[in-house]
Antibody
């Protein structure tokens, strides 16, 4: 059974870079031909897609975050990562790593990590 | 940019009753719509994709209908574990935007 697990600092200072990693277990990130992505949810609010990646070749980002986001895959470690630069308090959220239903970034998300809370504060 | 609007924001239902949740897209998204359930303190869970296809393991009391701009999630005979927040999400946009609706909270 495929599982995703987020990891990374729970506290990031304003203007710094938020870095999170998602470890994939129960399946191969490289051979399964899926898109992988990140979604966030501010406390008490709704869901916002951040971006998705396929084999480090194709990446798609939310236009509202595109200038600050990088999503990459490390297939040798079966992990993918999120970097969000120049963070502010508005970036405080629970961050989820996810898998798309199929080999397209235009689809639903069928596997979710448990989420990790990241707070931006000095 | 496609906007997704869910109604009502909150729905009060008694256990054993049914619930009907609505989701409207600002433009035609065909059947490119998913529904998710989020229980308190948990990650969202995919219920429906393709507007009407239940995801693996989802009970038959959950059903999705609609196409174009108007969609409905129906829950028959609510169980205690069904009281949660439900989100719709479009995936018609290209390049992808994966826009979510604001959610409907189903409460006792």
């Amino acid at each position: 059974q495929l599982q995703l697990q987020e990891s990374g600092p729970g506290l990031v200072k304003p203007s710094e870079t938020l870095s999170l990693t998602c470890t994939v277990s129960g399946g191969s990130i490289n051979s399964d031909h899926y898109y992988w992505g990140w979604i966030r949810q501010p406390p008490g609010e709704g869901l916002e897609w951040i971006g998705s990646v396929f084999s480090s070749v194709n990446t798609y980002y939310n236009p509202s975050l595109k200038s600050r986001v990088t999503i990459s895959i490390d297939a040798s470690k079966n992990k993918f990562s999120l970097r969000l630069s120049s963070v502010t308090a508005a970036d405080t959220s629970v961050y989820y790593c996810v898998r798309h239903v199929g080999a397209t970034a235009a689809h639903a998300f069928d596997v979710w990590g448990q989420g990790t809370m990241v707070t931006v504060s000095s | 940019e496609i906007m997704m609007t869910q109604s009502p924001a909150t729905l009060s239902v008694s256990p054993g009753e049914g619930a009907t949740l609505s989701c409207r897209a600002s433009q035609n998204i065909y059947s490119n719509l998913a529904w998710y359930q989020q229980r308190p303190g948990q990650a969202p869970r995919l219920l429906i994709h393709g507007a009407s296809t239940r995801a693996t393991g989802v009970p038959a009391r959950f059903s999705g209908t609609g196409s174009g701009t108007d969609f409905t999630l129906t829950i028959t005979s609510l169980q205690s574990e069904d009281f949660a927040v439900y989100y719709c999400q479009e995936y018609e946009s290209w390049p992808p935007r994966a826009t979510f609706g604001g959610g409907t909270k189903v409460q006792i």
